[in-house]
């Protein structure tokens, strides 16, 4: 009789730690389209909001290494335009800790630049969940990485003249 409670116990908590994470991720989904949303149509403290205090942004560019607050100026000129950017989410994957109170992601993103991969962090803090980390990818299909590695070589090697090796 023990182990058939025992057995209930543990259907009921992978029940519960299922629905938690559907929770989760719906609740992650929404801030996420929220987000994307919100550079579409300039909310640009809805955008920004959504961004923990010591986020970071990684653009596409090499230099582009952003905090928060050095993102915000920089992006404030196209917010004021009334459109900054329209990324639509065309495919994306979350994933949890067993707590979950941390979420990571990717996602496929149909933009200007064509296709593009972003992926990033999230934390639940104070039980809203905030962007800690985002990093947008340019998707290069395989077949054209050699001419892009060509195009980019003299600018990558200047970026690398100006950067202190890691040792």
Known sequence: MKKLYLIFACLFALQSIA???????KEITTVLNDWHKAAATAKYHSYFNALDTGAIFIGTDAAENWRKKDFKKFSKPYFDK????????IERNIYTNTAVSFAWFDELLNTHMGICRGSGVLEKIAGVWKIKHYVLSITIPNAHVEKITKLNKHKDSIFIAHKKPLN
């Open 19 to 25: 629905q938690t994470s559907h929770k989760a991720t």
């Open 82 to 89: 009334g459109k900054a950017w329209a990324f639509t989410p």
